[in-house]
């Protein structure tokens, strides 16, 4: 008499495995940098709300600010806070125009960014990562990232080169899901701090 | 042989006495009051001085241009440690220091006794709950990151009060934090030495040290340019120097060799030179014994006139013809017409004497002086220098020929001379006052790559020269400043009304000590301070703590000394305090540089005089060119006299008024032909060089009238007179026209002009004559 027992467990367990492929997680994605950079530039324009609010240790209460973000790449973005000052403030390629609007008057003021060194690396960064643009990054900070392509973390640490940024800012966090940036925290050397959460309209 | 040897002792004692005079009496300056009106008004007096000292001699402009500006921004910041680690510098600026620099440094600290805003208002309760309220919400805007850093030490914003009033380093563009120029093309630095700016050679090897220091820096493909007063002095002074070198040595190169061919005799040579020189000594001999102090310019132009005096051995040398006379006996024949033309001359230039300016006193004094000394040294001492029979052959037969036949034809151009004589001087009246130049800035021997150099970099850090000015002259400095301040509030309101852009007033920096002492009494007491803000804390959620600094800088404030110049000692601020804020001829000036003025008569209004204080205007470009004008004025008109003078000296000498008027005619002639071709083929617009050089060539112009029409009288004598008129002329065409190729302005102008003048009047003086010349016939 054949063995009929090992053939049907072979099949048992090929049926096993079969079944049980497609249930496998997909592989995560090596998700990189330029990965991410790369979906980041694809983004050609885009809205949003934002909630900022300041900590500093000039102050006993938190400062809380509200607005609009508004982006068109490459380099122009569009930061109108309306609470609990209404200040527009624009950034077009290197100039930055800043509109406050008081009791109805609005003031207007331009200042080229080559002027202000110590706006140059916030603005630049902000700028960098909104158009994927990592050699521009780079130029700036230490660019190092965590998580996934549904949750990344950038930490963007100044050059110690650049004096006047490494004065003023010790780290930029910016934490997002695929193409949409959610959070952008900005410690100060001082131990001063600004948390913004975005909301994509 | 006695009377030789005597004459040869005589003359080198005379040049040993004169030598010894000049260098222990005689300092050679670069003052150029000198060439101020003895009667000057104050007014004048300030604008030469600014003129002189526009700018603090310490001050060096320093450019590094190329690409990429990332480089150029290092390569600036790696420059600017070394010079500062270098023991040579007190200053060195460019713009990185930021808040931290001399010049922010100082005018923080005092930033309460500066402030124009503060009032009562300012530190009370309200005043202060409007100020913290407003700083609150600055906490929530873009700039917040920059604003808040200053926020615990002047919560009430008196620094930026201060920097806006001051305009100053602010106006310079930046970039990598480095001053950058405009376009982005340049990186500038600021530096202030430590030595004085009149040591020339100290100065000299800090900038060869800047040099050195760059060239060692990695970067291959930029440059470096510098500028301000020092390097422009030091490059003008080697320009000056390798250019005079050249020239000098060319120029004698060819007079010497055309005066040997002319001559064939060496020794011949050498002494054509002996009564020039002479005659420049005896002049400055002159001049040591009348003042102790002659500027460079006295010099170079007496010793232009004294060229005259390169005719006076030509002619007697001419003599030589004759064997068997004695050297001193062929002088003697031609000594009567010679003596006339050098009186002639003298009389001439003695109407620089009569002129009220020091500068052309001395100028006259020298050449007069140096050309009675040419003349007689040539008369007699050269006669002592030569053995006694002593003859030279005749040389330059052909060209001789060649001139000889133009020259006898040249009467024939009489009519035609006349006509154009004519036709020049009704365009030079035409043209009226259009001929004359009165840029002084077209005037300044500086090269014109030096020039733009320096607008460059000048225009760049917003330090630019203004050309008007509202002047308050005072008896004392504190009334000097109110004064001041009270102008300056006018001229506020001027700028707010758009009629002048800016202005700088020394009041920014320094008020005057009744003003800081009024200021200092507004600020509240600590105890004060403190109740009005903790109370405003109340309701301002700012931390009680973080303004500490601040209370403590009001109390330094209120009880500090008074704000003095020692503040700013090394900062860029000293520096243009230096010249806004001086003492000048027992009085105190204060000077307030106007830019972009739109409406000249309301600055006029501002002008006054009240209780010992003076506000005046200047326009230094307007005053220099009414100054100019006014030497031009008088300078004609003693030449007019001086015409005169020596048509009348002429028609005695020659004992005929009619000769004399021939004898004068040809030269003035050549005057006002030689305006009007300089106007046209020259570099433009007649200055008071060109007047000198014309000076020079009058002189020439008689000397070869008297021979041309001695030759009228003793055709017999064409062959000893005519070669020493051709040999004159060309060593003076040679050797001024290689003058042309100078590339100094001024040294060109002279070159062209004798050229010219000289030319000109060897033709007219060769036609305007009474009898018709008869050349020898070859």
Known sequence: ?201 | MKSRAATLLGYFIFVAVAVYLILNNLHITSDMSLFLPDGASTKQKILIQQLQNGSDSRLILVGIEGEPSEEVAEANRELANVLLDSPYFSVVHNGEQGLDSPEMKALFSNRYVLSPQISDQSFSREGLEKVLHAQFNEMATSTSVVSKRLLPQDPTGEFLEVIKQWGGVDRITKLHGIFFSAEHDRSLLLLKTKQSGTDLEAQSKVIDFIQYTFNQLPYNNLKLILSGPTVIAINTRNEIRSDTKQLSIAASLIATVFLFIAFSSLYVVILCAIPIITGVIAGMAGLALYTDSVHGITIAFGSTLIGIAVDYPMHFFSQLNRFGTSVREQFKKIWTTLRLGMITTIIGFSALIFSDYQGLIQIGLFSIIGLVTASLTAYWVLPAMLPTNFTLRTTLVSLQRLLSTIVRRLPKLRPALFVIVLACGFILIYQGDKIWQDDLAKLSPLSAEIKAIDNRLRKDLGAEFSGQSLIVIASSKQQALQRSEALSRQLDVLVSDQVIDNYASATHFLPSLETQKQRQLLLPEAQELKNNLYSVLRYIPFRRAIFDPFISDITKAKLAAPLSEAAYADSLIGDRLQNMLFEFDGHWIVRHPLYGINDNKLIQSLTSESDGTEVLYVDTKLETGRLLATYRDRAIQLFLWGSLAILFVLSIGLRSIVDGVIVVAAPLSVVVVNCVLLLYFGPGGLTLFHLISLLLVVGLGIDYALFFSRLGKYPDEWLTTFPALLKSWLTTVLVFGSLTLSNTAVLQTIGLTVASGVTLCFIFGASFQRSTLVPHRF
């Not at chain 1, 950079?37 to 809205?47: A, D, F, G, I, R």
């Not at chain 1, 660019?143 to 004065?167: C, M, R, T």
């Not at chain 1, 003023?168 to 600004?194: F, H, M, P, Y």
Request: proline residues 5%; charged residues 25%; contains cysteine.
């Open chain 1, 1 to 201: 008499m054949s063995n009929p027992m090992p053939f049907i467990c072979y099949r048992n367990v090929l049926l096993i495995v079969m079944l049980l492929l497609p249930l496998q997680p997909q592989a995560a994605e090596p998700f990189s940098l330029g990965e991410l950079m790369h979906q980041l530039s694809l983004v050609e324009q885009s809205e949003a709300r934002f909630t900022e609010t300041r900590t500093s240790g000039l102050i006993t209460k938190s400062i809380r600010i509200k607005g609009k973000l508004s982006y068109r790449a490459p380099d122009q973005l569009i930061k109108h806070s309306l609470q609990p000052v209404d200040e527009r403030f624009e950034i077009n390629g290197d100039t930055i125009t800043i509109a406050r609007t008081v009791k109805g008057k609005t003031k207007e003021r331009k200042i080229s960014l080559a002027r202000y060194p110590s706006l140059s690396p916030i603005v630049l960064g902000l700028r960098a990562t909104l158009a994927g643009d990592i050699e521009l990054l780079r130029k700036y900070y230490t660019v190092s990232l965590e998580g996934n392509q549904y949750g990344w973390k950038l930490e963007l640490i100044p050059h110690a080169s650049s004096k006047s940024s490494k004065d003023l800012i010790k780290e930029i966090i910016i934490q997002g899901s695929k193409s949409e940036i959610r959070r952008v925290q900005i410690n100060e050397a001082n131990g001063d701090q600004s948390v913004m959460r975005i909301t994509r309209l």
